[in-house]
């Protein structure tokens, strides 16, 4: 069994910086893409950056030069996003996802999810 959890959300303010970060565990191969995606309220869930096994990144094109994700090469299946330059938009509930064949598709693991709010 897999377990993806999340940490680091939280209320900030426009021009602020957060840093998630996602912890998979259990039976999931190190070579699995692992991605951030968001959903903001009325809104469909879409993806904001994934990071391959060996370090191949893609971002949504509204988070680029704002958002980095990161892998942690000692524990492979830990992933971060650094989030600079918050915007109002940038508000929405974060979830980490795990095991995905490639950059642009869904793993079927997922955390539960955390608060990200952008606000003065």
């Known amino acids: 069994q897999v377990q993806v959890v999340e940490s680091g959300g939280g209320l900030v303010q426009p021009g602020g910086s957060l840093r998630l970060s996602c912890a998979a565990s259990g039976s999931i191969s190190s070579i699995y893409a692992m991605g951030w995606y968001r959903q903001a309220p009325g809104k469909q869930r879409e993806l904001v950056a994934a990071i391959t096994g060996s370090g191949s990144t893609s971002y949504a094109d509204s988070v680029k030069g704002r958002f980095t994700i990161s892998r942690d090469n000692a524990k492979k299946n830990t992933v971060y996003l650094q989030m600079d330059s918050l915007k109002p938009e940038d508000t929405a509930v974060y979830y980490c996802?795990?095991?995905?064949?490639?950059?642009?598709?869904?793993?079927?693991?997922w955390g539960q999810g955390t608060q990200v709010t952008v606000s003065s």
């Open positions: 996802n795990a095991g995905a064949g490639s950059l642009l598709s869904q793993g079927p693991y």
